[in-house]
């Protein structure tokens, strides 16, 4: 438990800088070619990592047909988060992202789908994800909204990898 | 509307993700898991710059070579995420990659790191932050 925790946070930490990270590339370059980028390194830098912790052994894997297709839902990400923000303006979007993002969670828990151990539905697990989502909605658009457009922006998790 | 679906939509397919990656990794290992969803990601996000026929990458020589690294450290992330859903289930792995994602967020734009302008951080953001840890606590207790 403290060890999940202690890796969700710096997995959170490294979440925010490579959103800034690719704030800076889509500057000059359009989401999806920098999107492809992402993606690319990422799997380079997993790919790599395999090959120093397991050696030969990261190839040897029974995948059911429905993994190769994992990679549709970071494409997927990019392609909603984009839209939204383009329509709501990044701070409302990126806050229902989130808010989006741990209600699922919940779901997801409740119901155990897809082999995920199932966590029974608390009330007080429902209160926490609404003082979270409280959290968020403040953080993004509490007052002062004009002058943190771009905090905004670095704030979301719009990647397709996290 | 339109974008609050697309907001919507976007963080369902995030935690789909979350949640996929972490079934994938226990059934194959996490390196594998991570290797074969970012490549099949990567060959889909190809296709559509070959059919939207985007040429911007041209321009990758004019991006700081520290940012066009970024997409480095999802090893990092996507490790720790699938660990961390193993470990303790979606909605806390999620709760506290929230948190630190904004923790983070503060920390950049009040110093002003990674070429992002200076900012202050008001009382509003610190309090929704600690809202936030509240809300972990009592998810967890």
């Known amino acids: 438990m403290a060890m999940g925790i202690f890796l969700a946070l710096i997995g959170g930490a490294f979440v925010c800088v490579q959103n800034t990270f690719n704030a800076n590339v889509k500057k000059r370059i359009s989401v999806w070619s920098t999107t492809a980028l992402v993606l690319l390194l990422g799997f380079a830098a997993s ?100 002058q943190k457009q771009t905090l905004n922006v670095n704030s979301g998790s719009i990647e397709a990898n996290d | 509307m339109k974008g609050i679906l697309f907001a919507l939509a976007g963080g369902f397919f995030l935690t789909y993700q ?9 059934q194959i290992g996490t390196w594998q898991a991570a290797a074969m969803t970012q ?7 190809v296709l559509i710059v070959v059919v939207v026929g985007d040429r911007s990458y041209q321009q990758l020589n004019q991006v ?17 995420n699938m660990t961390a859903v ?40 610190i309090a929704g932050v600690i809202l936030m840890v509240a809300g972990i606590i009592v998810l967890k207790w």
């Open chain 1, 47 to 146: 790919f790599s990592a395999g090959l120093a912790f397991e050696g030969t052994g990261l190839f040897k894997f029974q995948a059911e047909p429905w993994f190769w297709f994992s990679g549709i839902l970071g494409v997927g990400v990019v392609a909603c988060v984009t839209q939204g923000v383009q329509i709501l303006g990044p701070s409302r979007a990126i806050s229902l992202v989130m808010v989006s993002q741990i209600f699922f969670g919940l779901m997801w828990d409740t119901l155990g789908w897809f082999g995920l151990e199932q966590v029974p539905f608390t009330w007080q697990s429902l209160l926490g994800v609404l003082l979270i989502s409280g959290g968020v909605l403040l953080f993004q658009l509490g007052p002062k909204l004009k």
């Open chain 2, 64 to 80: 700081s070579p520290l940012y066009a690294s970024g997409g480095l450290l999802a090893a990092i992330v996507l490790f720790n």
């Open chain 2, 18 to 26: 979350s949640v996929a990656n972490a079934t994938i990794s226990s």
């Open chain 2, 39 to 45: 490549l099949t990601g990567f060959l889909l996000a």
């Open chain 2, 86 to 125: 193993h470990q303790m289930g979606v909605t806390l792995t999620i709760g506290v990659f929230l948190v630190a994602q904004l923790v983070m967020a503060i920390a950049i734009d009040s110093k002003g790191w990674f070429s992002m302008s200076k900012k202050r951080i008001g009382r509003t953001q």
